[in-house]
Nanobody, 118 residues
Framework: QVQLVESGGGLVQAGGSRRLSCEAS????????MGWFRQAPGMEREFVAR????????TYADSVKGRFTISRANGKNTVYLQMNSLKPEDTAVYYC???????????WGQGTQVTVSA
């Protein structure tokens, strides 16, 4: 069982920046591929970014490429999402998740709200 706790959400003006954090429990954090997702009101949850356990591979949704950066600190059991040049359409609840060995996103945090004002 892995527990995830996101933090760092809040209100930010368009064009601004925000860094989200997700701290995970467990002793094998460095073996997990971690991901960030988001869900806007009335919308489906969508993929934002993922990072491999060794941080050797990072993947982004087209909508955030060049603006968001995912990273991790395995010594702190934490994955980050640095969000720059924020747009009102980035407003959503942001979740982190763990990719299971079966290829499904298995564990989820409670989410953190990011609101971008125009």
């Amino acid at each position: 069982q892995v527990q995830l706790v996101e933090s760092g959400g809040g209100l930010v003006q368009a064009g601004g920046s925000r860094r989200l954090s997700c701290e995970a429990s467990g002793r094998t954090f460095s073996s997990y591929t971690m991901g960030w997702f988001r869900q806007a009101p009335g919308m489906e949850r969508e993929f934002v970014a993922r990072v491999s356990g060794s941080d050797s591979m990072r993947t982004y949704a087209d909508s955030v490429k060049g603006r968001f950066t995912i990273s991790r600190a395995n010594g702190k059991n934490t994955v980050y999402l640095q969000m720059n040049s924020l747009k009102p359409e980035d407003t959503a609840v942001y979740y982190c998740a763990v990719l299971s060995t079966w290829g499904t996103w298995q564990y989820w945090g409670q989410g953190t709200q990011v609101t971008v004002s125009a």
